[in-house]
């Protein structure tokens, strides 16, 4: 329970706007992404679930959601986030409590047009111990993470103050995630992420490492906060964490970024290949989303 006070303790000197001497909290990792901000959909696809296992990273858990219902049983869920278990867990619980819609509501923080399904149930408290109901049976560490800050701060505030305020509108959410899709692929999910093992490391990327080889591996958008000599040394060693057949992934989001991979693409330095995706963000003409792939054959 140390560490779980510890967690306590800094998410409520977070909430108050206190100071936290913790390497997450120092380089801006502390919040928690509410949902995730790539485009899951399109590239998902391109990997193989069943009976293969995944390392990801993500602190909004949709990463791992979205693998499980694709048919993934064991998922890894790396990051320096602090509050990643307690915040997956919850999801999970709501999951399996709450119809797609109201999920949905309940877990985001909706304020402008394109927010169709906003309405005052996010993180609304009569929701939110509906669901610890069923968190307390999951995991009881993030059922006493949870109430215990329902029990000291407004839900609202909570709900402000913990999580990203880079939070894609409703439309992009359902968009980017499979699993919110439909009531049909949101109830298979149900089932799944139940049988489920998923695991959790809290370290920085660069200081991981394990003996355990994955079939899947993604590393979100790591690369925009790494140097180009950091972003090989992850590059290779991520490889080798690779099972034979077995692919890794990098996200990119802005055109800046892009730049840099393509430097290093064209430097011959690495087996990296550009991902074509989709999507084009037509409110914002200046963004595009891309990925890299290493296949490891």
């Given amino acids: 329970m140390e560490k779980l006070d510890c967690d306590i303790n800094n998410a409520s000197k977070f909430i108050e706007g206190q100071d936290i001497d913790s390497e997450a909290f120092k380089i801006n990792f502390g919040t928690i992404y509410p949902f995730t901000n790539e485009n899951v959909f399109d590239y998902i696809g391109k990997f193989d679930f069943i009976n293969h296992n995944l ?33 997956y867990n919850l999801k999970k619980a709501a999951i399996l409590t709450l119809d797609r819609i109201d999920y949905i509501r309940f877990l985001s923080k909706s304020t402008d047009y394109y927010n169709m399904l906003y309405s005052n149930l996010s993180f609304n408290r009569n929701v939110f111990y509906k669901v610890l109901e069923t968190l307390q049976s999951i995991d009881y560490e993030s059922f006493l993470f949870w109430d215990t800050l329902l029990e000291n701060y407004d839900s609202n505030l909570i709900r402000t103050k913990l999580f990203s305020t880079d939070e894609e509108h ?63 040394k992850v ?36 087996d990296l290949y550009p991902l074509s995706l989709n999507y084009f963000d037509k409110v914002n003409e200046d963004e595009h989303h891309f990925a890299l792939v290493y296949n490891n054959k």
């Avoid at 049983?73 to 915040?87: M, Q, R, S």
């Fill in 55 to 87: 390392l990801t990273l993500g602190s909004s858990g949709d990463q791992a959601i979205n693998a499980i219902n694709r048919g993934a049983k064991e998922v890894t869920i790396l990051d320096i986030n602090p509050f990643v278990k307690y915040y």
């Fill in 235 to 270: 590059i290779e060693k991520y490889k080798g964490f690779l099972d034979k057949n077995g692919k890794l992934l990098f996200y990119i989001f802005f055109q800046d970024a892009l730049y840099t991979y393509k430097n290093l693409i064209k430097s011959g330095k690495t």
């Fill in 170 to 232: 409703d439309l992009n959410k359902i968009k980017y995630n499979p699993y919110l899709h439909s009531d049909v692929n949101y109830a298979a999910t149900k089932k799944r992420i139940q049988a489920a093992n998923v695991s959790f490391v809290e370290k920085n990327v660069c200081d991981f490492f394990t003996k355990t080889k994955y079939d899947n591996i993604w590393l979100s958008n790591v690369g925009q906060y790494l140097t180009i000599f950091e972003f090989k």
